[in-house]
């Protein structure tokens, strides 16, 4: 059973247009909820993270909304650009167990 | 920057043999991890530990076994390498399960 769902598999965003990615999840316990970059050849890198006592962190162009009640969580990159063309992985995680990540969405950012 | 070593970072090698891939971290964290990743694809997690002599296998069935017998060294070993283990495998270490540092990778063939 998936514990967390990410959507979309793949996305294509114009230079400077909005980059939405989405995650669910079904265990009230998890309680730390981040995101990872990864670019081609390279190990995936935490890029902004939140806890669910907060709706919204904000870091830069990158923002992740979070709705306790519906159990979802999404990534908002804003004025996207080439150089976010990536592979992004939402994660959660609770107690001492390791993380479970998401199946990742591949974004490219288009002039 | 990541104080997270992998060696080496590709191999080609003959199917039946032995491998180790090699991970070593700076940072001294107590938490380490061994995933598998089709590139761009989905992390699967197949061992960890969390301290010295500490070894849990992940969700993903994996021929591979690990050792952790120093802090900083969490190498993973094929005693028999198949077509089938043909995959990039990535390290990482974290002092709190949730943030994970990653390395850059070993992208193992097995021809």
């Known amino acids: 059973q998936q514990q967390v769902k990410q959507s979309p598999q793949s996305l294509i965003v114009q230079k400077g247009g909005i980059s939405i990615i989405n995650c669910a999840y079904e265990?009230?316990?998890?309680?730390?909820f981040p995101w990872y970059q990864q670019f081609p050849g390279k190990g995936p890198a935490l890029l902004i993270a939140?806890?669910?006592?907060?709706s919204e962190k904000k870091e830069g162009r990158f923002t992740i909304s979070f709705n306790k009640s519906a159990k979802q969580f999404s990534l908002h990159i804003m004025d996207s650009q080439p150089g976010d063309s990536a592979t992004y992985f939402c994660?959660?995680?609770?107690?001492?167990?390791?993380?479970?990540f998401g199946k990742g969405t591949r974004l490219s950012v288009i002039a | 920057e990541a104080d997270i070593y992998q060696t080496p970072r590709y191999l080609v090698i003959g199917t039946g043999k032995k491998i180790t891939l090699e991970c070593s971290q700076t940072?001294?964290?107590?938490?380490m991890y061994w995933y598998q990743q089709d590139p761009g694809m989905e992390l699967h997690l197949i061992h960890y530990?969390?301290?010295?002599?500490?070894?849990e296998k992940g969700d993903l069935s994996s021929e591979s076994t690990v050792s952790r017998i120093r802090t900083e060294h969490f190498p993973l070993t094929l005693e028999s390498a198949r077509p089938s283990h043909t995959s990039q495998y990535l390290c990482?270490?974290?002092?709190?399960?949730?943030?994970?540092?990653f390395g850059n990778g070993t992208r193992l063939t097995v021809t």
């Open positions: 940072m001294g964290h107590d938490k």
């Open positions: 994660a959660v995680h609770s107690g001492n167990t390791p993380l479970v």
């Open positions: 939140i806890r669910p006592d907060v």
């Open positions: 265990n009230t316990a998890f309680d730390y």
């Open positions: 530990s969390y301290g010295v002599n500490s070894t």
């Open positions: 990482a270490s974290s002092e709190y399960p949730g943030t994970l540092h």
